[in-house]
């Protein structure tokens, strides 16, 4: 603003001198060429402004408007980024969580029923395609049903040796179990893998 008051104020101080120049001088050749050189004069100082953009340097003018710190936008951009992807992360995890609990219930009362086993953790292992979240693997443990009712501890023996039977045996059952899971969940068998704990 006072780059403009000073402009105007210079128009208005150099009108004023050609007047009274035009009243001081008498009528001759010498007031026709006072006239002329005030005239230029009111046109440069008129121009002044425009000058100064063609007798500063392009270079530095340009630069000092481009380059205004880049440096926030890019720090800004990098927090969204970073912000972005723990929302992305959390939100997969809750997909998950709620896909884990989903199955677990659906096939909760039948496996209790069929094999006398309770699904205790159930990880997924999801895969993005189109968009969506498909199951790529899921791993079940399951161990032996508890019942509700309390009842008296009996004495437990441990055997740390397993026949090969009891092997075979387990093994069986985990497929079995599987390609129930999988039947149930509209998986293929290889998709589900089984940890039985607590068998007998």
Same mark, same amino acid.
């Given at each position: 603003m006072a780059v403009i008051t000073g402009? !105007?104020?210079?128009i208005i101080v150099l009108i004023l001198l050609a007047t009274v120049l035009e009243l001081l001088l008498p009528n001759s050749n010498m007031q026709r060429y006072v006239k002329m050189v005030i005239g230029l004069m009111l046109m440069a100082v008129i121009l002044s402004p425009i000058l100064t953009i063609f007798t500063k340097d392009f270079d530095s003018m340009l630069r000092s408007a481009a380059l205004t710190d880049p440096t926030p936008d =890019?720090?800004? +951009? &990098?927090? !969204?980024?970073? %912000? %972005?992807?723990? $929302?992305?992360?959390? &939100?997969?995890?809750?997909i998950e969580e709620q896909m884990a609990v989903q199955m %677990?219930?659906?096939? +909760?009362?039948?496996?209790? /029923?069929?094999? &006398?086993l309770e699904i205790t953790h159930v990880g997924l292992e999801l895969k993005d395609a189109e968009g969506e979240k498909n199951i790529e693997q $899921? =791993?079940?443990?399951?161990?032996? =049903? @508890?019942? %509700? /009712?309390?009842? /008296?501890? +009996?004495? @437990?023996s441990v055997s740390f040796e397993l026949s090969e039977e009891e092997v075979q045996s387990s093994d069986a059952q985990s497929k079995k179990v599987a390609y129930f899971l999988?039947? +149930?969940?509209?998986?293929?068998? &290889?998709? @589900?893998? !089984?940890?039985?704990?607590?068998?007998?």
């Open positions: 402009w !105007i104020t210079n =890019a720090r800004m +951009e &990098n927090q !969204i980024e970073s %912000k %972005k992807s723990e $929302i992305q992360a959390s &939100n997969a995890a809750y %677990k219930s659906q096939v +909760e009362k039948e496996l209790r /029923d069929q094999f &006398n $899921i =791993a079940v443990t399951v161990s032996k =049903a @508890v019942e %509700k /009712d309390v009842q /008296d501890v +009996e004495a @437990v999988a039947d +149930e969940w509209g998986l293929y068998p &290889n998709q @589900v893998g !089984i940890q039985v704990k607590g068998g007998e």
